[in-house]
């Protein structure tokens, strides 16, 4: 069966440092894999998806980048932290377009 | 893209009281998906309604999908405890490998 893992849990940091999250998932190939965030009792905003390695979509500017270096790991990354990167983040698979997606356990970013 | 409108954003129940989320769209929808999330969760797939006219059953879930494919409906009946938690519908903006277009999600609080 597919299993999708994220970490860390959760995550406190600062203003202007650097930030790296991790997506793996195992038992499948050639997901297609997102990325999205999701604001405290918000909905979600899709912020980048991947079809294949090394390809990468954006929805939305941002100080955010992602990265897929394997066909089943998805990073997002930031250079420089802002306040208003706090959030939780999302990473889901999917077998292809228009098929239901899979989430991971997410990432509670706090930003300070 | 498409865009989908999601009512009410917050409904209380009494337990064993029926709930009731709706979700409308300007423009003729492909598909539609409905997933939920548990507080502190992550969102997790429901079902997928492609058919106009589509009715669909899960246990005490019925999934309704609207004759013009612009509106569709989630319905419990007699709520429990365990359904606590965000419903979301979300659909595919369409032209190519796009990432899901998630509504603003209905809250169930349900009262003892």
């Known amino acids: 069966s597919q299993t999708i893992h994220q970490w860390p849990a959760t995550l406190v940091q600062p203003v202007g440092s650097p930030l790296s999250l991790e997506c793996t998932v195992e038992?499948?190939?050639?997901?297609?894999l997102y990325w999205y965030r999701q604001a405290a009792g918000r909905g979600l905003q899709l912020l980048f998806y991947?079809?294949?390695?090394?390809?990468i979509s954006s929805e939305v500017p941002q100080n955010l980048s992602a990265s897929r270096p394997q066909d089943r790991q998805f990073i997002l990354s930031s250079k420089k932290l802002l306040l208003s990167d706090s959030g939780f983040y999302l990473c889901?698979?999917?077998?292809?377009?228009?098929?239901?997606?899979?989430f991971g356990p997410g990432t509670r970013l706090t930003v300070t | 893209g498409q865009q989908v409108m999601q009512i009410p954003q917050y409904q209380h129940v009494q337990e064993g009281e029926d709930f009731t989320t709706y979700c409308n769209s300007s423009?003729?929808?492909?598909?539609i998906q409905w997933y939920k999330q548990r507080p502190g969760g992550h969102p997790v797939f429901l079902i997928q309604?492609?058919?106009?006219?589509e009715v669909k059953k899960q246990k005490r879930l019925t999934f309704q999908f609207g004759e013009a494919k612009k509106n569709s409906s989630l319905h419990i009946t007699a709520t429990q405890t365990t359904d606590v938690g965000t419903y979301f519908c979300?659909?595919?903006?369409?032209?190519?490998?796009?990432?899901?277009?998630f509504g603003k999600g209905t809250h169930l609080i349900i009262q003892p």
């Open positions: 991947s079809v294949g390695i090394g390809q």
């Open positions: 979300a659909v595919f903006p369409g032209g190519g490998a796009d990432g899901l277009t």
């Open positions: 038992g499948t190939s050639n997901p297609n």
């Open positions: 423009t003729t929808l492909s598909n």
């Open positions: 309604l492609v058919k106009s006219g």
């Open positions: 889901a698979w999917s077998p292809g377009i228009p098929y239901e997606q899979y």
